[in-house]
């Protein structure tokens, strides 16, 4: 997340100087006080079964949750009473599989395809009126029948121009 500060929170942020605003570019940091070590894992804990969750670094900071760096993470105990539930993904899943590119692939030819066909039949117009012209999928169609109708006639008797 990127913000604005000032101060002493701005010097120990690594920051960027851009019109008299100090723009700090912020990655997440162990949550222990004095450590300083990039976030690797998540902490979370579940109290109604007193078990302390482990885990691959959340996507998004949340409040009730923990960021911890490597060192912290592989040290953490629990609690007496309480459980460690260390969960690790398996690095082979995290990478792409031939069914995913060939997912991407056909997405990518979907998206190409042309949506409108010229040779097909454009639908019928609606009775008494004409094409004048085509741009695309879009008409602009007019009517068969256009009364004349006197300008005189247009407005009310009692009509002023001002």
């Not at 070590?37 to 079964?49: I, K």
Request: with cysteine; hydrophobic share 35%; proline share 10%.
């Amino acid at each position: 997340m990127s913000g604005l500060l000032s101060g002493s929170a701005a010097r120990r942020a690594k920051t960027r100087c851009w019109s008299g605003y100090v723009f700090v570019v912020s990655r997440r940091r162990c949550s222990k006080p004095s450590c300083n070590g990039a976030a690797s894992s998540t902490l979370t804990y579940v109290y109604a079964d007193s078990t302390a969750v482990l885990g691959p670094l959340a996507t998004y900071a949340e409040p009730h949750c923990y960021d911890l760096c490597q060192m912290h993470s592989e040290r953490m105990t629990a609690p007496i009473g309480w459980e460690i539930v260390r969960i690790t993904p398996d690095p082979d899943a995290l990478k792409p599989t031939s069914d995913d590119l060939e997912a991407l692939a056909d997405a990518v030819r979907e998206a190409a395809r042309p949506r409108y066909l010229p040779d097909a039949e454009p639908p019928p117009l609606p009775s008494g009126s004409v094409e004048v012209a085509r741009r695309g999928h879009l008409r602009m169609l007019t009517s068969v029948e256009i009364p004349e109708v006197p300008l005189d006639q247009l407005f009310d008797e009692d009509f002023e121009p001002r």
